[in-house]
């Protein structure tokens, strides 16, 4: 235990003094006493079935003086027929007459002691009979009392043994960033600046050179960027994660597309057609037709601002450097907005080619909803990525990345396995 102390007192005065933290170290070992429980419950096991065995034999013993001193009774003797009742009935004067006067129990055992049986122990039949029963009864509540006992509360001294013990170093940061999932996230520090530069993000002492920001999406995920924000790692994602509505359609879509890949449902056999739009939805997350009404919507929300735009400087609420430029925007976002419709457009099927793919995407996501739970485990295989796996032999994938477009940490799914 000393070197326990001494390595810990290292590491807690080069923290506090300043030092540099060893982060390169994964792991101390040291020695350490400890009980040896296998050994201990051992002995306890053993002391048990002595106990047992002893206060059986006095049961048994008991039972043999009351067979005795019943057979005496019963045919009246007034001597003993053998040494050893002899003793059995000392024993049992000894026990049951001891409340008694004086005088009575000199004579039973002066008449004992010449082999012969006193009347006086006849009297007292009745009396001495009521206590057998009792202390037998005794005898077993102080076996169970014994049974119950915790084999710490029996092994006196409790046996030890030297085991290594072998202490993760919380400071150790290794290139799969497994550090990331040993942090308290409750005990980050703050930091907002507003110059040079206008930051809002939280800091951990130990780790310095990286920013903690919290998913604006999930409130308990943390996002863990470097100096210049590049995505470095993000926290193991846990059963509040998988409630939420974007996990478990991101999910859907990547068994959507493991389904498809292996031909579920024979679709290798529908018209090409079919296939293209369900392979289509299989690969982007979104069917033709809704990233097109997505695209519109859109559209449609440009629009309205370059409406409001010209009336604004209609309205000389705006200069015309300003107007000019903001317009040159929506003139560039407009122009690359068309274009994707445009390109929709060109792929968008049948009405009947949408519905027979949609029913068959519905279907397969159907029946893969229950694989999704919340007893799914996840693993860190880097920084970004994760495998999920669920008790039944579900293993996804999962990979974070930083999409531009919402200014946000997304997820891409990837099916290892699908299992039962």
Same mark, same amino acid.
């Given at each position: 235990?000393?070197?326990?102390?001494?390595?810990?007192?290292?590491?807690?005065?080069?923290?506090?003094?300043?030092?540099?933290?060893?982060?390169?170290?994964?792991?101390?070992?040291?020695?350490?006493?400890?009980?040896?429980?296998?050994?201990?419950?051992?002995?306890?096991?053993?002391?048990?079935?002595?106990?047992?065995?002893?206060?059986?034999?006095?049961?048994?013993?008991?039972?043999?003086?009351?067979?005795?001193?019943?057979?005496?009774?019963?045919?009246?003797?007034?001597?003993?027929?053998?040494?050893?009742?002899?003793?059995?009935?000392?024993?049992?004067?000894?026990?049951?007459?001891?409340?008694?006067?004086?005088?009575?129990?000199?004579?039973?055992?002066?008449?004992?002691?010449?082999?012969?049986?006193?009347?006086?122990?006849?009297?007292?039949?009745?009396?001495?009979?009521?206590?057998?029963?009792?202390?037998?009864?005794?005898?077993?509540?102080?076996?169970?009392?014994?049974?119950?006992?915790?084999?710490?509360?029996?092994?006196?001294?409790?046996?030890?043994?030297?085991?290594?013990?072998?202490?993760?170093?919380?400071?150790?940061?290794?290139?799969?960033?497994?550090?990331?999932?040993?942090?308290?996230?409750?005990?980050?520090?703050?930091? !907002?600046?507003?110059? %040079? *530069?206008?930051? /809002? &993000?939280? =800091?951990? @002492?130990?780790?310095?050179?990286?920013?903690?920001?919290?998913?604006?999406?999930?409130?308990?995920?943390?996002?863990?960027?470097?100096?210049?924000?590049?995505?470095? !790692?993000?926290?193991? %994602? *846990?059963?509040? /994660? &998988?409630? =939420?509505? @974007?996990?478990?359609?991101?999910?859907?879509?990547?068994?959507?597309?493991?389904?498809?890949?292996?031909?579920?449902?024979?679709?290798?056999?529908?018209?090409?057609?079919?296939?293209?739009?369900?392979?289509?939805?299989?690969?982007?997350?979104? @069917?033709?037709?809704?990233?097109?009404?997505?695209?519109?919507?859109?559209?449609?929300?440009?629009?309205?601002?370059?409406?409001?735009?010209?009336?604004?400087?209609a309205a000389g609420r705006m200069s015309q450097e300003e107007f000019s430029k903001q317009l040159q925007n929506y003139n560039v976002e407009t122009?690359?907005?068309?274009?994707?419709?445009?390109?929709?457009?060109?792929?968008?099927?049948?009405?009947?080619?949408?519905?027979?793919?949609?029913?068959?995407?519905?279907?397969?996501?159907?029946?893969?909803?229950?694989?999704?739970?919340?007893?799914?485990?996840?693993?860190?295989?880097?920084?970004?990525?994760?495998?999920?796996?669920?008790?039944?032999?579900?293993?996804?994938?999962?990979?974070?990345?930083?999409?531009?477009?919402?200014?946000?940490?997304?997820?891409?799914?990837?099916?290892?396995?699908?299992?039962?």
């Open positions: 235990m000393r070197k326990v102390f001494l390595l810990l007192s290292l590491i807690t005065e080069m923290f506090c003094n300043g030092q540099e933290v060893d982060t390169t170290t994964p792991y101390y070992e040291y020695e350490e006493e400890v009980i040896d429980t296998a050994q201990a419950v051992l002995r306890a096991n053993q002391m048990r079935e002595e106990k047992r065995q002893q206060i059986q034999n006095a049961i048994n013993e008991l039972k043999e003086q009351e067979a005795l001193l019943k057979t005496l009774k019963e045919k009246g003797q007034k001597k003993a027929d053998s040494a050893e009742d002899i003793k059995r009935l000392k024993v049992i004067a000894e026990k049951f007459l001891a409340g008694k006067d004086t005088r009575t129990q000199e004579r039973v055992m002066q008449s004992l002691e010449k082999g012969k049986i006193h009347q006086d122990f006849y009297k007292e039949f009745l009396r001495i009979s009521w206590r057998f029963p009792v202390e037998e009864r005794e005898l077993i509540e102080e076996k169970q009392k014994y049974d119950d006992l915790d084999y710490t509360q029996l092994v006196s001294p409790l046996p030890k043994k030297i085991i290594t013990v072998r202490k993760d170093n919380p400071n150790y940061i290794d290139e799969n960033f497994h550090w990331v999932d040993k942090i308290d996230f409750s005990r980050l520090e703050h930091k !907002s600046t507003t110059y %040079p *530069t206008k930051e /809002d &993000y939280y =800091y951990s @002492s130990i780790h310095p050179q990286y920013k903690f920001i919290q998913d604006k999406h999930v409130s308990r995920r943390w996002i863990v960027y470097d100096q210049s924000y590049n995505l470095i !790692s993000v926290s193991l %994602p *846990t059963s509040y /994660d &998988y409630s =939420y509505e @974007s996990f478990e359609d991101g999910m859907l879509n990547a068994l959507v597309k493991y389904d498809y890949e292996h031909d579920a449902y024979n679709i290798s056999q529908e018209n090409a057609a079919v296939r293209k739009y369900v392979e289509y939805t299989a690969n982007n997350g979104k @069917s033709v037709d809704s990233k097109l009404a997505s695209a519109e919507l859109g559209q449609a929300f440009i629009d309205k601002m370059m409406a409001e735009l010209r009336r604004r400087r122009a690359k907005n068309k274009k994707n419709i445009a390109d929709l457009r060109k792929q968008l099927p049948t009405k009947d080619v949408i519905e027979r793919a949609n029913n068959y995407i519905r279907q397969l996501r159907q029946d893969n909803r229950d694989r999704i739970t919340r007893e799914l485990k996840a693993t860190r295989i880097d920084g970004l990525t994760v495998l999920l796996q669920s008790p039944k032999g579900l293993k996804v994938q999962q990979t974070g990345y930083y999409d531009k477009k919402e200014n946000a940490v997304e997820w891409k799914y990837l099916v290892i396995e699908k299992g039962s």
